[in-house]
């Protein structure tokens, strides 16, 4: 399954985590950044959203807080980018939101939490029901 996968300096270290952790699993498409070196979240955000707007596909974006990539990333019709700090709301971001972009705040969960979260975003699917009629009036406004 192909992953995209985007941080700003402060998520870089653990978006390289997270490809060398789950390489066997998902072929990742990194947008960047590709260094430590000091970047705009909303520059990675936009590319990515485009991206999974385009090809329908789901994303992961990382950033210190995971604020920052989260709004800018929902500034997009169609997004559904869930900021998660644990694995529960991993679950219900998917289950409930039908979210299509995974978002981490890498300067306030420990890697080994960030690795959980991913796995359960990606094992996780859409209830529908009665959250399809709410994920629909997402977008009404
Ligand atoms: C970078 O210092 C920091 O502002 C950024 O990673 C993020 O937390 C923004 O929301």
Excluded at 112 to 129: D, K, N, P, V, Y
Excluded at 132 to 137: A, G, L
Aim: charged share 25%; glycine share 8%; hydrophobic share 45%.
């Amino acid at each position: 399954m192909k992953v995209f996968i985007a941080s700003d300096h402060a998520g870089f270290d653990l978006k390289e985590s997270l490809k060398k952790r789950f390489a066997d699993k998902f072929e990742f498409e990194d947008f960047g950044a590709f260094s430590t070196q000091s970047v705009d979240y909303p520059e990675f955000a936009h590319k990515l959203a485009q991206n999974v707007l385009d090809t329908n596909q789901y994303g992961v974006l990382i950033c210190g807080t995971g604020n920052g990539m989260a709004m800018t990333a929902n500034k997009h019709a169609g997004i559904r980018a869930g900021l998660c700090w644990n694995k529960d709301i991993a679950a219900l971001i998917r289950q409930h939101n039908d979210a299509n972009i995974l978002v981490m705040p890498a300067r306030f969960i420990p890697e080994e939490t960030a690795f959980e979260i991913l796995e359960t975003f990606f094992a996780t699917e859409f209830e529908g029901g009665r959250h399809q009629r709410r994920v629909e009036k997402i977008n009404l406004v």
